[in-house]
């Protein structure tokens, strides 16, 4: 055995002398697509490489599905939100004809464990944690796949596929399983690992899993793995020229991707964790099957995830359920979290994480309710000509969609298109509260950055449009609000009262009850408050209609300075109490740490000057009567300026040390 | 005169040897972005030329507005639908970064007419039509464009172009006017009319209009036209070096466009009608100033629109304003009937064309409401490895897609792109009624579909998702009323005041109180009813609930064979309610057309056999005493043949003619 490793390791270092060299990057052609994409392709060592379909605008897309045995939790939710990004922005931005086959892996270890666990069949086992998958994915906005494909539904493809492979020499029966042999695939000009050039033989070996520890007898090399697996008691098993067995875990997906995608396939992603064994396996058995040597053109993997520095784990404690996560935050707030890190680097999870994108996520929806404010204000006859500023912004506009265009081409680069729309953001912002620009540009810049949200799953627009519409009764409310509250300052209570008094509101038929009940209530109450000339009243009243009633109803009104009249935005009713409940969290621990501080301080008080240097070991080693350091801890003399520094000290704990003693006199 | 105006033909002779050789296609650079798109461009007679913008994605775009005097037209509409089409295409499709510039003319010698009539200041004369323009845009769901230019802003910026044109040489002034010098400008080499060489002498002096024909004698030659005009009493007037005047029509478009995207220009465009003099006058008057010799890379031009045949005229009493149009078809209707035909070709609008476009948005809506249904209806969990059906469909999509795309490169060939959609249409519906096709792939085609519509600004989605969801409620009302049917048709009245009395209906708070009130109303009659053991009563309420109840809130069910559940879908009211009035109006039709063939026959009834065949003296010119013919027109005997069918028609006609004159013995 030992010699047969070393002859092996032998092979793969004669065939690794230039890593990636095996990689031959898709040339272009009269009728290719190119758009400058380029992506850090795994087979090139990431390297950034031209993205070019093998035929026109079409790309078919392979991405590794999740195997279905527990709960979804936030590494899954990485993954699939990092492609759900690659593919709208291939298919919206780029105008790629995707076709995207996503795996469901129902046949594995684990799976097999967790079914015996709770005494079920299998696939009943692996259909309620499909589609625990799927709605976790559904709540994420992460839209499905174009082909699911389950490896139970695939398993004679897999059994054919094993044959080509065999009958090709490159796979050999042995005790009821098949295995590939990865000594005769080198031996024959193949490359393996392709992804990973730089593993060593340990790592070959511990690429097999568990179940397959014991099985080395069985193999030609340690470094085989398995394509088939002969069954064992109380395992799902499948006929096949080999006997009853079942599928190994890597050849799932050389299949499946081929029944779908054939070969050769434009694009495949998974996890970084499935990059060796899992993907350099799925590569050279297909390459083994075809006989060819690019099987995928482009590999691209998404980065890893921890939590708060840690992997996370169910031991560690930090495992997170996407159905947790989702309880406490929006999935637009999740979205965000992940769209702000670069999808193929490293990334940690952690709650301060999540505060940045709560507040990036608030600045979004302000600036879509107030750009929709501007917008409904402004009128197509007012003055039109362009200023100075239009001209600023227009070119900010367009040198921000030239930032952005190189950035999406450049690997996705998410974090610098998010950082230009932010100051694009912050621009219209000024702009538009300094009056100074014209609406049809404004206009264009939201679509566009609405657009680009898009490419995020994320839609501000129709989060506040998917309603009916209440413009018309909000126009009226504000407005006799506002009414209300001038004649209220001017004790004018017949101006309040015909305010309240008027005609019946104008609205849509089919508008809330809820809407319509707290707006005549508010009316009703005002009209009493306004009998009685109480001012007082008729202000709370104005207040609770703005923060209570209509607040819970999801919609703000926004009180502008005396002269100007009041805006109103509306929210989704969930949301603002989820933010009510995220501000509340904020500010527990806001307080929390204030009487962490303050105990500290306590701590610090009950100190007279002597025992508070006394405990500076590490600074002083001499003390006169009164407690004064004399010496540092060195036992050198302190310099002039060091006296005073220590003299000022001692003062500010004496006070603090007398004040506490008073402090204790009162109390008893 | 005649002398001077013979130098100039041959003048313009010696320049158009060949037609179009001074266009110069834009030349694809290192940094160009090319997407493979054509245009008909009236610069090279209409001949297709890539498109190639300047600067790398960004398109600076300038269209002509419209002289605001009057009420908007169909002729708009047509013309600013397919410039909407065409923005919609070129940022959402091919994702050009585009700066779009429309102008508002609102100095013209129709406006001082109409505004002297009106007794009104021009200005606010002109904001009145400038705001029905407007309005009539918003209604056709037409995007306002990036800038807006009204040439009442750019007066003084006019004024300097025209000094600029005057120190180059290339205009003069004459009597307080200035005029542009046609001979001199093409004896330097210059092309004029670029886009017009065939233009003949009578043609170039009709070019200046009504208020010019007394100043021929200002001008140097017959083919100088204005560029500013000096002031008449009762006009509006500004300051110029060459005294009181205004700007003449063509100068404003050089000078606007000029002022916001420059020189030179990626694309320009306009109705057909505007092409000569005004585009022609424009582009001199740039070049003049510029000093260039191609201000326009591309110009396209809108097709000219004739109504039933003919020329659209007040006078003809065929002119259409949008409001009235859209008073009888909704906005969608009308852009599929312009969307369906090419943006550059001439089109004829008739009532016939707009029954085309109804059927076509009835058929598109039913597809969206019926994959939406089949979606609903569909898990993710259920089967979902691919059968044959669904490569075939997966395949017809790429291939639909390929051919959009081509056709979309291809000078944006609508008509092509809505008859490739209609036949990918029409697969999904066989394959969805025959519920033999995977969800997942169904909702890629919709998306894609829904996107193709939306370059036609056409958003069927959220026609019927921009409300509140009631699908809930309405998943409930389907099941109660399909359980009452089913238990009406067994005389199980129990099982039906089960239904009907079971716990409350769950549904979001915030739904319409008028859906349920309708649905308790008839939960409350079903129960009396069925307490009465009344089962013809079940069913008309049953009905009842359907064709009145839902159907007046937009929505409708349509029930399917007895043992499979009935559906619903959801409406615009107000568009159901048109819906209803188009049909009616076809039902009108059609009962005329009965009334009047009816009336025919009746007419034919009256007459005797020999009255008959007396009349028909094109035919025949001998009878016997019968009546009966029998030479026919030319004097020869009639053949065997011809007796035996005189025979027939002579005893339909007696048979005919004797009901007729029972029938007058009854009625007396």
């Not at 898709?26 to 070019?52: C, H, M, Q, R, W």
């Not at 230009?420 to 049809?440: C, E, G, H, S, Y």
Request: net charge negative.
């Amino acid at each position: 055995m030992i010699k047969l490793a070393s002859r092996s390791i032998n092979i793969f270092m004669q065939q690794s002398k230039v890593p990636f060299a095996h990689y031959k990057v898709p040339e272009a052609k009269e009728d290719s697509y190119v758009t400058g994409l380029k992506l850090a392709n795994s087979l090139k060592g990431s390297e950034l490489v031209p993205f070019i379909p093998i035929n026109g605008r079409q790309v078919n897309f392979y991405y590794c599905g999740p195997t279905v045995y527990s709960n979804s939790h936030l590494g899954h939710a990485r993954t699939y939100l990092g492609i759900d990004v690659i593919r709208r922005t291939l298919r919206d931005y780029f105008h790629y004809d995707l076709l995207s086959v996503m795996n469901i892996t129902d046949i594995d270890d684990k799976i097999i464990t967790g079914a015996n666990a709770a005494k079920q069949d299998f696939l009943e086992f692996t259909k309620v944690w499909e589609k625990d998958f799927f709605d976790a994915m559904e709540a994420l906005n992460i839209e499905l796949p174009d082909v699911i494909t389950r490896v139970s539904d695939y398993v004679p493809e897999i059994v054919t596929f094993i044959q080509k492979i065999i009958s090709n020499g490159y796979a050999y029966e042995s005790n009821g399983s098949v295995y590939f042999e990865v000594q005769k695939y080198i031996a024959d000009g193949h490359t393996y690992p392709k992804m990973r050039p730089e593993v060593n033989a340990e790592l070959l070996q511990e690429g097999e899993g568990e179940s397959q520890v014991n099985k080395q007898s069985e193999k030609k090399s340690p470094y085989d793995f398995a394509l088939w697996k002969a069954s064992k008691p109380e395992e799902p098993k499948w006929q096949s020229p080999w006997g009853e067995g079942r599928p190994g875990w890597h050849i799932e997906c050389s299949v499946m991707a081929s029944a779908i995608l054939g070969n050769p396939i434009d694009l495949h992603a998974g996890g970084i964790d499935l990059l060796f064994p899992h993907h350099d396996n799925s590569l050279a058995q297909a390459e083994a099957c075809f006989n060819c040597e690019q099987w995928i053109n482009y590999f691209i993997h998404l980065g890893h995830l921890n939590i708060a520095d840690r992997k996370m784990s169910k031991s560690l404690k930090n495992f997170m359920t996407i159905e947790e996560v989702l309880k406490r935050y929006t999935p637009r707030q999740v979205r965000l979290n992940f769209a702000i890190h670069q999808y193929d680097a490293p990334q940690n999870y952690s709650e301060e994480q999540m505060e940045q994108a709560i507040a990036k996520d608030k600045s979004y929806q302000e600036f879509f309710q107030n750009t929709k404010i501007y917008l409904r204000q402004s009128q197509v006859t007012d003055a039109q000509k362009w200023t100075e500023n239009d001209f600023q912004l227009s070119a900010l506009f367009r040198s921000t969609k030239q930032i952005i265009h190189q950035a999406l081409t450049n690997n996705f680069d998410f974090p610098t298109v998010v950082d230009a729309t932010d100051k694009l953001i912050n621009q219209v912002n000024i702009q538009i509260a300094a009056k100074n620009v014209r609406a049809p540009l404004i206009s264009s810049v939201v679509n566009y950055v609405n657009f680009i949200f898009g490419l995020l799953g994320i839609n501000y627009q129709t989060l506040f449009s998917n309603q009916i519409d209440i413009q018309p009764l909000m126009e009226q409310v504000c407005s006799i609000r506002d009414k209300v509250k001038v004649a209220a300052r001017n004790n004018d209570f017949e101006s309040i009262t015909n305010a309240v008094s008027q005609k019946q509101l104008e609205y849509e038929k089919n508008i809330s009850n809820h809407l319509v009940d707290a707006i005549n209530q508010f009316q009703q109450e005002v009209l009493v408050a306004s009998q009685n000339k109480n001012k007082q009243q008729i202000f709370q009243l104005c207040d609770k209609l703005r923060d209570q009633q209509l607040f819970n109803l999801g919609i703000k009104i926004e009180d502008k300075d005396k002269d100007q009249a009041s805006v109103w935005k509306q929210y989704d009713v969930q949301e603002l109490k989820l933010e009510r409940e995220q501000q509340q969290v904020l500010l527990q621990q806001k307080e929390q740490q204030k009487k962490k501080e303050e105990q500290e301080k306590l701590e610090k008080a009950k100190l007279s000057p002597k025992e508070f240097f006394s405990q500076q070991a590490d600074k002083y080693s001499e003390f006169d009567e009164t407690g004064l350091p004399t010496k540092d801890k060195d036992g050198n003399e302190l310099s002039k300026k060091q006296k005073k520094v220590v003299q000022e000290l001692w003062e500010k704990q004496n006070k603090l040390y007398n004040s506490y003693l008073e402090q204790q006199k009162q109390q008893q």
